[in-house]
């Protein structure tokens, strides 16, 4: 299994708070049998640059490196980025360095007091015919409401967007079957744990798994979650 969105890495965003911690992460994302995961730590135009991110981004990496090597089992790890919306982005040379190890795929997150402006749309539209990068939108229940959910992903998809929806929507029992809803209808292609930490937003994609597995059956279960892996090309 993949896990698309992640805040893994120490001490570069509100995730992790230490290498220890980030191990544990890593040693709880294998034991629910994950053995891909992209890191995917925030970024904000307001606060940093890409390359100041990325210099962190890949002392970080180090760290967790060095931590990993005496470890038996270790999962394939892609450095990437939760980048967040600003107006003009899809304009933005310097937004590339953001992607995906190299997979030309970038995860976007938009903002949650959001009135869906048409320069959205443009942007998201720009993000791939400007810079050639897939779109990947970040946990898009945060921002639609059942009302205009399918209204405003088909507006996303129709520019170019793939969907990502968090664990939490599968888990949690009270939205678990309009997150299903979406699934089938084609509405949701990539899940992703969002993890923070050990103890709080812990890594819980297992738990999407087994949802999946019942609902869908085992065969659809794992064809869906075999759809990440070939976004990134790994
Ligand atoms: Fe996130």
Redesign the pocket.
Known sequence: MLDF?T?ILPNVDDGSQSVEESVSMIREELRQGVDTIVL?P?FYAKKTTPRELLAKRDEAFEKLSQALSTEQEKPKLLLGS?VHYYMGIGRSNSITSLQIANSGVLLL?LPFENTWSDSLFRDVRELHTNLGLQVVI??VERYVTRWNEKRIIDQLMKEGAWIQANAAFFINPSTQRRALRLLKQGRIQVIGS?CHGIEKRIPNMVLVEEILTEKLGEKAAKEFLQKPYELLGV
Do not use: C, G, L
């Open positions: 969105h805040h995917t925030h939760e997150e970040a946990h969002d």
